[in-house]
C-alpha cells in the first residue's frame, strides 16, 4: 500500500472528470447529451483497451461470466450519465457537481434496500444531512410559489441531475454484486462498449454535425473520460476506499473556479451552504466506515486461528 500515491491518482482522477464535464457542458448548446455519451464512451475505449494492455490484463477484460450484468450495469450507467449531461446543459457546473453528490449518499440507502446492508443511527443521520444539504441547492430552482423567477429549463436541470445520481447510485449497488464474480478489468472496457452501443439509441432524437472545436471537445472529454476511469481504478490499488474517498469532494473546488473563470457563473451563498453541508455528510459517512473497518481488523486479529 501507497496512501500518498493513491490519494495523487484520487486527485488526478477527479481533475479529469470535472475537466470532462467542462468540456461536455462546453459543447452542449448544440449537441445534444445523447451524442455526447457516444463521444465520451467511444474515445474512452482505446485509452481503456491500451491500459488492459499495458497491466496484461486485455484477456481478463475481454472474458465475462454473465453478459446480462454487464448488459444491466451499462443501461444504468448510461441513463445515468446522459441525465448527467443532460444538466450539465441547463445547471451551472458547480449546482450540478453538489446535486451528483447524492449519488453515494443514495447508494448507503439502496444498499440497505437491496444488499440488506445494515445501517444504523449515525449513517441514516448522515445521510439525511447529506440529502438535506442538496434539498437547500435545489430549492430555488424548484420552488413554484416564486412563480415566473423560477425557470422551467433549471427545474428540469434539477431534476435530470437528481435522476442521474440516483442512478448512478443504482450502478454503484450493480457493481458491488458484479465484482463478487467478474473482473473489474472486464466492467471498466463491457461498460464503455455497451454506453458507446446504447448512445446510439439516440440517434433518432436530434443528432447533429458538430463543428471541428465541438467535435474536439467532445472527443477530448472521451479520453479525459477514459484516463480519469484509469486513475480511478488505480488509486484503490495503493490505498483503502476510506483513505480517497474524502478527495471526490475536490471536485467542488474545481467546479467553482472553472465555473467562475470559464462559464462567469457566480455561485449563490444559499447553493454553497447546502453543497458544504452534503460534502460534511459525505465526509462523516467515510470516516465513519473507517472507524468500523479499523474495529472489524482489530477484532480478527484477536480472534484464535479457529475464529
Known amino acids: 500500500m501507497n496512501p500518498v500515491k493513491g ?122 444531512l447529506g440529502l438535506l444539504g442538496v434539498l437547500i441547492v435545489i430549492e430555488p430552482r424548484l420552488t413554484l410559489l416564486q412563480g415566473e423567477t423560477v425557470q422551467t429549463a433549471q427545474a428540469l436541470g434539477v431534476v435530470l441531475t437528481l435522476m442521474g445520481a440516483t442512478f448512478a447510485a443504482l450502478a454503484q449497488i450493480h457493481i458491488r454484486n458484479m465484482v463478487q464474480s467478474e473482473e473489474t478489468s472486464a466492467i471498466v472496457f463491457y461498460f464503455s462498449l455497451t454506453a458507446t452501443g446504447l448512445s446510439l439509441l439516440t440517434l433518432p432524437f436530434g443528432w447533429v454535425v458538430p463543428t471541428g472545436p465541438e467535435a474536439m471537445l467532445l472527443i477530448g472529454a472521451g479520453i479525459l473520460g477514459g484516463f480519469g476511469q484509469i486513475f480511478l481504478t488505480s488509486s484503490y490499488r495503493f490505498a483503502g476506499a476510506s483513505v480517497v474517498a474524502p478527495f471526490d469532494y475536490a471536485s467542488m473546488i474545481l467546479a467553482l473556479a472553472i465555473g467562475y473563470f470559464v462559464f462567469d457563473e457566480v455561485p449563490t451563498g444559499q447553493m454553497m451552504g447546502g453543497a458544504a453541508l452534503v460534502v460534511f455528510a459525505g465526509v462523516l459517512i467515510i470516516l465513519r466506515e473507517h472507524a468500523l473497518g479499523l474495529r472489524r481488523s482489530k477484532a480478527r486479529s484477536g480472534m484464535t486461528p479457529q475464529g
Open 7 to 128: 490519494i495523487a491518482l484520487k486527485l488526478c482522477s477527479v481533475v479529469m472528470f470535472i475537466t470532462m464535464a467542462s468540456l461536455i457542458k462546453a459543447a452542449s448548446e448544440h449537441v445534444p447529451p445523447g451524442q455526447a455519451v457516444f463521444f465520451r464512451s467511444l474515445f474512452a475505449l482505446p485509452v481503456i483497451i491500451a491500459w488492459l494492455t499495458l497491466r496484461g490484463d486485455l484477456k481478463t477484460g475481454l472474458k465475462v461470466k454473465s453478459k446480462m450484468a454487464h448488459f444491466w450495469r451499462g443501461l444504468v450507467g448510461t441513463s445515468a450519465m446522459g441525465m448527467g449531461f443532460a444538466g450539465l446543459g441547463l445547471l451551472p457546473l458547480p449546482e450540478v457537481t453538489a446535486i451528483g453528490y447524492a449519488a453515494p449518499l443514495l447508494t448507503v440507502v439502496f444498499a440497505a434496500m437491496f444488499l440488506g446492508e445494515e445501517v444504523r443511527l449515525f449513517r441514516m443521520f448522515a445521510v439525511g
